[in-house]
Protein backbone atom coordinates (compact mmCIF):
# COMPACT_ATOMS: atom_id res chain seq x y z
CA UNK A 1 0.00 0.00 0.00
CA UNK A 2 1.32 3.47 -1.17
CA UNK A 3 2.60 5.41 2.75
CA UNK A 4 1.88 8.75 3.43
CA UNK A 5 3.67 10.96 6.04
CA UNK A 6 2.14 13.50 8.55
CA UNK A 7 3.82 15.80 11.35
CA UNK A 8 2.92 14.23 14.36
CA UNK A 9 1.11 17.15 15.90
CA UNK A 10 0.35 20.68 14.57
CA UNK A 11 -1.33 23.82 16.65
CA UNK A 12 -3.51 27.01 15.79
CA UNK A 13 -5.12 29.33 17.44
CA UNK A 14 -8.72 29.66 16.61
CA UNK A 15 -10.00 31.66 14.36
CA UNK A 16 -7.05 31.16 11.96
CA UNK A 17 -5.83 29.55 9.43
CA UNK A 18 -4.68 25.80 9.40
CA UNK A 19 -2.42 23.95 6.47
CA UNK A 20 -1.90 20.59 7.48
CA UNK A 21 0.41 18.90 5.11
CA UNK A 22 1.15 15.49 3.71
CA UNK A 23 3.71 13.46 1.40
CA UNK A 24 2.96 10.58 -0.59
CA UNK A 25 5.45 10.32 -2.70
CA UNK A 26 4.53 6.75 -4.07
CA UNK A 27 1.40 7.85 -4.82
CA UNK A 28 0.29 5.69 -8.40
CA UNK A 29 -2.21 7.62 -10.92
CA UNK A 30 -5.34 5.96 -9.78
CA UNK A 31 -4.66 6.72 -6.27
CA UNK A 32 -7.45 9.28 -4.66
CA UNK A 33 -5.79 11.24 -1.91
CA UNK A 34 -8.42 11.07 1.37
CA UNK A 35 -8.47 13.17 4.22
CA UNK A 36 -10.32 12.35 7.46
CA UNK A 37 -10.34 13.50 11.00
CA UNK A 38 -11.12 11.70 14.17
CA UNK A 39 -12.62 13.88 17.38
CA UNK A 40 -11.84 12.48 20.22
CA UNK A 41 -14.01 9.19 21.25
CA UNK A 42 -15.43 9.20 17.83
CA UNK A 43 -15.51 7.03 14.82
CA UNK A 44 -13.73 8.74 12.14
CA UNK A 45 -15.07 11.32 9.76
CA UNK A 46 -14.78 11.65 5.99
CA UNK A 47 -13.56 15.31 5.43
CA UNK A 48 -12.45 15.47 1.76
CA UNK A 49 -11.03 13.92 -0.86
CA UNK A 50 -9.42 14.44 -4.66
CA UNK A 51 -7.27 13.42 -7.38
CA UNK A 52 -5.69 15.95 -9.33
CA UNK A 53 -7.42 19.19 -8.92
CA UNK A 54 -7.82 21.38 -5.96
CA UNK A 55 -11.09 20.44 -3.72
CA UNK A 56 -13.51 22.73 -1.57
CA UNK A 57 -16.06 21.89 0.38
CA UNK A 58 -17.97 23.28 3.29
CA UNK A 59 -15.93 21.18 5.70
CA UNK A 60 -11.99 22.36 4.07
CA UNK A 61 -10.02 22.84 1.04
CA UNK A 62 -7.57 20.45 -0.79
CA UNK A 63 -4.86 21.56 -2.51
CA UNK A 64 -3.09 18.53 -4.39
CA UNK A 65 0.81 19.18 -5.67
CA UNK A 66 1.20 19.72 -9.60
CA UNK A 67 3.21 16.16 -9.14
CA UNK A 68 0.47 14.56 -6.82
CA UNK A 69 3.48 13.94 -4.74
CA UNK A 70 1.74 16.12 -1.67
CA UNK A 71 -0.61 17.64 -0.82
CA UNK A 72 -2.47 20.36 1.89
CA UNK A 73 -5.56 20.21 3.90
CA UNK A 74 -6.52 24.00 4.23
CA UNK A 75 -8.93 24.82 7.00
CA UNK A 76 -10.04 28.40 6.63
CA UNK A 77 -11.15 29.13 10.47
CA UNK A 78 -10.02 26.46 12.99
CA UNK A 79 -13.15 26.24 15.65
CA UNK A 80 -12.22 24.47 18.94
CA UNK A 81 -14.60 22.14 17.38
CA UNK A 82 -11.41 21.17 14.99
CA UNK A 83 -9.36 19.42 17.23
CA UNK A 84 -9.02 16.34 15.97
CA UNK A 85 -6.34 13.88 14.89
CA UNK A 86 -6.72 14.66 11.24
CA UNK A 87 -5.61 10.89 8.49
CA UNK A 88 -4.32 11.40 4.95
CA UNK A 89 -4.93 8.29 3.28
CA UNK A 90 -4.42 6.97 -0.19
CA UNK A 91 -7.33 5.08 -1.45
CA UNK A 92 -7.28 2.80 -4.89
CA UNK A 93 -10.16 2.41 -7.59
CA UNK A 94 -10.67 -1.04 -7.66
CA UNK A 95 -10.57 -4.49 -5.55
CA UNK A 96 -8.60 -4.45 -2.83
CA UNK A 97 -6.94 -1.80 -3.41
CA UNK A 98 -9.72 0.83 -1.98
CA UNK A 99 -9.30 -0.39 1.15
CA UNK A 100 -8.41 2.68 3.68
CA UNK A 101 -5.04 2.31 5.34
CA UNK A 102 -4.97 4.61 8.53
CA UNK A 103 -1.38 5.59 9.77
CA UNK A 104 -0.71 7.88 13.09
CA UNK A 105 -2.11 11.24 11.80
CA UNK A 106 -1.76 14.57 12.99
CA UNK A 107 -3.08 15.90 16.17
CA UNK A 108 -4.41 19.09 15.72
CA UNK A 109 -4.70 21.46 19.03
CA UNK A 110 -6.47 24.56 18.55
CA UNK A 111 -6.15 27.19 21.14
CA UNK A 112 -8.57 30.12 22.29
CA UNK B 1 -31.45 7.06 7.41
CA UNK B 2 -29.22 5.83 10.63
CA UNK B 3 -25.62 5.47 8.52
CA UNK B 4 -23.51 3.41 10.27
CA UNK B 5 -24.18 1.57 13.49
CA UNK B 6 -22.59 -0.99 15.54
CA UNK B 7 -23.87 -2.73 18.55
CA UNK B 8 -23.01 -3.09 21.22
CA UNK B 9 -21.23 0.23 22.20
CA UNK B 10 -19.47 -1.11 24.90
CA UNK B 11 -18.92 -4.70 26.54
CA UNK B 12 -16.71 -6.76 28.82
CA UNK B 13 -15.38 -10.18 28.09
CA UNK B 14 -13.68 -12.74 29.91
CA UNK B 15 -10.70 -14.47 28.87
CA UNK B 16 -11.74 -17.51 26.53
CA UNK B 17 -15.41 -16.17 25.90
CA UNK B 18 -16.95 -15.76 22.45
CA UNK B 19 -19.26 -12.65 21.08
CA UNK B 20 -20.15 -10.95 17.65
CA UNK B 21 -19.88 -7.76 17.39
CA UNK B 22 -23.02 -6.27 14.88
CA UNK B 23 -22.77 -3.63 12.30
CA UNK B 24 -25.25 -2.60 10.01
CA UNK B 25 -25.86 0.27 7.31
CA UNK B 26 -28.16 1.03 5.50
CA UNK B 27 -27.22 2.96 2.38
CA UNK B 28 -26.95 0.21 0.18
CA UNK B 29 -23.48 0.24 0.48
CA UNK B 30 -21.15 -2.67 -1.60
CA UNK B 31 -17.88 -2.01 0.77
CA UNK B 32 -17.45 -3.00 4.52
CA UNK B 33 -14.26 -3.35 6.79
CA UNK B 34 -13.68 -3.40 10.18
CA UNK B 35 -11.04 -2.01 12.23
CA UNK B 36 -9.33 -1.61 15.96
CA UNK B 37 -7.93 1.03 17.79
CA UNK B 38 -5.54 0.44 20.15
CA UNK B 39 -4.88 3.70 22.76
CA UNK B 40 -2.51 6.43 20.67
CA UNK B 41 -2.34 4.33 17.74
CA UNK B 42 -4.28 4.66 14.53
CA UNK B 43 -7.09 2.64 12.84
CA UNK B 44 -5.82 -0.89 11.59
CA UNK B 45 -7.61 -3.54 9.38
CA UNK B 46 -9.11 -6.45 10.64
CA UNK B 47 -11.58 -7.79 7.48
CA UNK B 48 -13.16 -6.17 4.82
CA UNK B 49 -15.55 -6.80 2.21
CA UNK B 50 -16.70 -5.87 -1.22
CA UNK B 51 -19.83 -7.58 -1.47
CA UNK B 52 -22.21 -9.52 -0.04
CA UNK B 53 -21.06 -13.46 0.30
CA UNK B 54 -17.27 -11.50 -0.30
CA UNK B 55 -14.51 -11.34 2.29
CA UNK B 56 -10.76 -11.29 2.71
CA UNK B 57 -8.28 -10.46 5.50
CA UNK B 58 -6.62 -7.08 6.52
CA UNK B 59 -3.52 -6.55 8.18
CA UNK B 60 -4.44 -8.39 11.53
CA UNK B 61 -7.51 -10.37 10.84
CA UNK B 62 -6.17 -13.43 13.26
CA UNK B 63 -8.64 -14.19 16.05
CA UNK B 64 -11.69 -12.94 14.18
CA UNK B 65 -13.95 -14.49 11.74
CA UNK B 66 -16.78 -12.39 9.57
CA UNK B 67 -19.24 -13.23 6.99
CA UNK B 68 -21.20 -11.01 4.65
CA UNK B 69 -24.51 -12.65 3.96
CA UNK B 70 -26.89 -9.58 3.45
CA UNK B 71 -25.31 -6.27 2.44
CA UNK B 72 -26.43 -4.58 5.25
CA UNK B 73 -25.03 -6.51 8.05
CA UNK B 74 -21.22 -7.84 8.57
CA UNK B 75 -20.65 -9.01 11.95
CA UNK B 76 -17.10 -9.62 13.70
CA UNK B 77 -16.91 -12.92 16.12
CA UNK B 78 -14.16 -13.49 18.19
CA UNK B 79 -13.82 -16.71 18.32
CA UNK B 80 -12.14 -17.10 22.11
CA UNK B 81 -11.69 -13.55 23.38
CA UNK B 82 -7.56 -12.69 24.49
CA UNK B 83 -6.69 -9.48 26.51
CA UNK B 84 -4.80 -8.55 23.68
CA UNK B 85 -8.39 -8.10 21.73
CA UNK B 86 -9.04 -5.43 24.04
CA UNK B 87 -9.59 -2.35 21.99
CA UNK B 88 -12.07 0.02 20.32
CA UNK B 89 -13.63 -1.45 16.84
CA UNK B 90 -14.91 0.75 14.28
CA UNK B 91 -17.07 -0.54 11.49
CA UNK B 92 -17.31 1.49 8.11
CA UNK B 93 -18.84 1.54 4.57
CA UNK B 94 -18.91 2.98 1.62
CA UNK B 95 -19.96 2.90 -2.01
CA UNK B 96 -17.65 0.77 -4.36
CA UNK B 97 -15.22 3.69 -5.95
CA UNK B 98 -16.80 4.43 -9.32
CA UNK B 99 -19.68 5.56 -7.12
CA UNK B 100 -17.91 7.94 -4.82
CA UNK B 101 -15.55 6.73 -2.50
CA UNK B 102 -16.73 8.88 1.10
CA UNK B 103 -16.24 6.12 4.33
CA UNK B 104 -18.65 6.80 6.84
CA UNK B 105 -17.64 4.82 10.35
CA UNK B 106 -19.73 3.54 13.30
CA UNK B 107 -19.36 5.27 16.60
CA UNK B 108 -17.54 2.08 17.98
CA UNK B 109 -17.68 -0.86 20.18
CA UNK B 110 -15.21 -0.46 23.30
CA UNK B 111 -14.28 -4.00 24.43
CA UNK B 112 -12.08 -5.21 27.33
CA UNK B 113 -11.02 -8.55 27.95
CA UNK B 114 -10.16 -9.55 31.28
Known amino acids: DAKTTQPNSMESNEEEPVHLPCNHSTISGTDYIHWYRQLPSQGPEYVIH???SNVNNRMASLAIAEDRKSSTLILHRATLRDAAVYYCILRGSGGSNYKLTFGKGTLLTVNP | NAGVTQTPKFQVLKTGQSMTLQCAQD?????MSWYRQDPGMGLRLIHY???????DQGEVPNGYNVSRSTTEDFPLRLLSAAPSQTSVYFC?????????????FGQGTRLTVV
Open chain 1, 50 to 52: GLT
Open chain 2, 92 to 104: ASSYAPDRGTEAF
Open chain 2, 27 to 31: MNHEY
Open chain 2, 49 to 55: SVGAGIT
